[in-house]
């Protein structure tokens, strides 16, 4: 008997340890006495309501309910508070604490912006599904498809493969290259695959059939990029853009399979191109970048430069915009949804790049370097950069910014991921985990998590409102190359040196 007694007594005594533990966390918010007065701001500037006397006690859900009254919503929706730089997590008081002391006065108005949040929540990846054999080289590149039905990979074994990710079985065999396949894109509207490599060749094919429509020759270099026209600005069929190691970006007619024209003026290799939707009357604007360091942008209907932007010190790796998401997934959004024709998808698409545009308020363009910088642009206001970011300790592989804008990522060979204010540039945290040079990065739909790919083999997702780790992916042999998020956010997929495909899942 007097065995058991001690272990009761221990017992008790951690019982009334995590009672207590627990009990001061009740009492926290009603023991923050003090009114404070808040300004509501969005994250343009513009106020928002009159200024309000609250108590610093109120929590983020608090303030959530009150914004949400203020601006009349029907339903509540989600929002993310900042005061000055902190974010609030818990309550107003412990973001007021982490001020300067010279701001942490009740006198004056804390101005509080409010950035909108995805209304669906994405859940994290946590397990591999499936495991797709077939290639027999490494695996290159990866896309889904804008209606998150189909999966392409391009390969060194100088195939593209569709496969179908109903059943995570291979659909189709696509042959024709010669030569490594450097790059997959598929059209917004999800009818065609582009894709092109070293053998200097693009090749256009059918998503439904997996048969070659057209075959663009012009380029004398390996092809390095492709990227079509968003839905909303083109006349009849979008338009698609390839750079190449010619120093030479073409604008081809798929449905004709010709050329249109060749913007010539580079005096280097040109590695990436986007293809923006702002500029309507003219189609678009094309960004280009590459060796040279400079970024050009070009009107494609008569294919005159209509601007350069320079700033970098050495080559650039990578270009994004911060409606890239947008631009890619047309008119499909994370809810799916069936169309009768192209008409009906381009007004689609129109709805959804305006909202997007203005949520994340106007274009920038964001390039990422070999000289450990990266700029952010608005390319079409001012020649000047908005801002120049550096922290990177070796070169900058790719950039990407979040579907909301909110954010961008960047991966280097310094092993980080950081995380980078989508509108100012501010430097907001490094992700260390990796091991490996970072390759590739991709963000959920929602904007809440991130995926990395490294040359350590393992795919990492960061969940960015804790910027913790949320996952760890181990499971590949070798390097991971490729990786690319669905867009209605349920699988990602990686493809690696080890010659798979994997699809990853909640």
Excluded at 41 to 58: A, F, R, T
Excluded at 195 to 204: N, P, R, T, Y
Excluded at 484 to 492: A, E, F, H, N, Q
């Amino acid at each position: 008997m007097s065995s058991a007694r001690p272990n009761k007594r221990k017992r008790d005594a951690e019982k009334k340890a995590a009672a207590a533990k627990a009990a001061p966390k009740v009492d926290a918010s009603l023991a923050i006495d003090g009114q404070a007065l808040v300004q509501f701001v969005d994250p343009e500037g513009n106020k928002s309501g009159p200024e309000l006397d609250v108590p610093l006690g109120s929590s983020r859900e608090q303030l959530g309910t009150l914004l949400n009254k203020l601006l009349e919503n029907t339903e509540e929706l989600p929002y993310s508070f900042h005061l000055e730089d902190t974010e609030i997590v818990s309550n107003l008081a412990s973001s007021f604490g982490k001020l300067q002391a010279g701001k942490q006065s009740t006198e004056r108005v804390l101005s509080i912006t409010y950035y909108p949040l995805a209304v669906f929540r994405v859940r994290p990846v946590t397990r591999c599904t499936s495991s797709l054999t077939g290639h027999v080289e490494a695996v290159l590149c990866v896309a889904f498809s804008p209606d998150s039905t189909k999966l392409a990979s391009g390969s060194g074994d100088s195939t593209v493969r569709l496969w179908d990710l109903n059943t995570e079985l291979p659909k189709h065999t696509c042959k024709g290259h010669q030569n490594w396949v450097l790059a997959v894109a598929w059209s917004p509207d999800g009818s065609r695959l582009a894709s092109a490599g070293m053998d200097k060749v693009v090749l256009i094919w059918c998503a439904q059939s997996g048969k070659n429509l057209a075959v663009l020759k012009g380029h004398t270099q390996p092809v390095t990029c492709a990227c079509w026209q968003p839905l909303h600005v083109s006349a009849v069929f979008p338009h698609l853009a390839t750079s190449s190691k010619d120093a030479a970006v073409r604008i081809w007619d798929t449905n004709a399979g010709v050329c249109l024209r060749s913007l010539t003026s580079h005096s280097a290799p040109v590695m990436q191109i986007r293809w923006s939707g702002e500029r309507a009357d003219l189609g678009g604007v094309v960004y280009s970048a590459g060796r040279d360091c400079v970024i050009k942008v070009w009107n494609p209907k008569d294919g005159n430069m209509l601007n350069e932007l320079k700033g970098h010190g050495h080559w650039i790796n990578t270009l994004a915009l911060n409606t890239d998401y947008v631009i890619r997934s047309g008119p499909y959004s994370h809810e799916g949804g069936k169309f009768k024709d192209i008409e009906e998808k381009k007004v689609a698409s129109k709805a959804r790049y305006e909202e997007a545009l203005e949520l994340c308020g106007g274009e920038r363009l964001l390039s990422g370097s070999d000289d450990f910088t990266l700029f952010l642009w608005r390319p079409l206001t001012s020649k000047s950069p908005v801002c120049r970011m550096t922290g990177h300790q070796k070169i900058v592989n790719q950039v990407a910014f979040s579907p909301d804008g909110r954010w961008f990522a960047s991966a280097s060979f310094d092993k980080s991921v950081r995380l980078w204010d989508g509108r100012t540039g501010r430097y907001v945290h490094a992700f260390r985990g990796h091991v490996g040079d970072v390759y590739q990065l991709t963000w959920s739909a929602d904007s809440r998590l991130l995926v990395s790919a490294s040359k350590d083999s393992t795919v990492k997702c960061w969940d960015i409102g804790t910027r913790k780790l949320q996952e760890d992916l181990p499971g590949h042999a070798d390097e991971v190359y490729a990786v690319d998020w669905s867009l209605d956010g349920t699988r990602v997929a990686t493809g690696s040196k080890d010659r798979l495909l994997k699809i990853w899942r909640h």
